[in-house]
């Protein structure tokens, strides 16, 4: 099962969003600023980073910043969620409008998940018995 860490500020947002992530399967860690999502990141290493990008202490945008210069979550795949048109950084896979439909957020968030698992897929071994072995 897949975990995705869910970052935002709006308490009703995070609800309907973990409710509809968590009946696609997903396992649901939440964090509602940059500070927060940045500790529980490092606490359970998600599959996707689901965030926000105007929050209190420490936004989206930093926490994409420090997300990619940790060692250990550089890779982790980020969609970067806002009600503005949002900027395109480093490491963010996709941004997503919030007045989107629920759809595209589901679609958006199992093509992300997809690829990334496909990324991280050892290359497919030949059964083909090499040359060396017949002499």
């Known amino acids: 099962m897949s975990t995705i860490l869910l970052v935002?500020?709006?308490?009703?947002?995070?609800?309907?969003?973990t409710d509809v992530l968590e009946v696609m399967g997903?396992?649901?860690?939440?964090?509602?600023?940059g500070m927060e999502a940045l500790e529980k990141a490092h606490?359970?290493?998600?599959?996707?980073?689901v965030t926000d990008w105007m929050m209190p202490r420490m936004d989206?945008?930093?926490?994409?910043?420090h997300l990619l210069q940790?060692?250990?979550l550089k890779g982790v795949p980020i969609i970067l969620h806002s009600t503005r048109r949002a900027p395109r950084l480093?490491?963010?896979?996709?941004?997503?409008?919030?007045?989107?439909?629920?759809?595209e957020f589901e679609d958006a968030v199992a093509l992300v998940i997809d690829e990334s698992h496909s990324e991280s897929l050892p290359a497919p071994t030949s059964l083909v018995p090499s040359a060396e072995a017949h002499h």
């Open 90 to 103: 480093p490491g963010v896979r996709m941004v997503l409008s919030k007045s989107s439909p629920l759809e």
């Open 60 to 65: 989206g945008v930093e926490l994409c910043q």
């Open 70 to 72: 940790e060692p250990e």
């Open 8 to 17: 935002d500020d709006e308490p009703d947002l995070m609800e309907l969003y």
């Open 43 to 49: 606490q359970h290493r998600p599959d996707l980073v």
């Open 26 to 33: 997903y396992e649901v860690v939440q964090a509602h600023d």
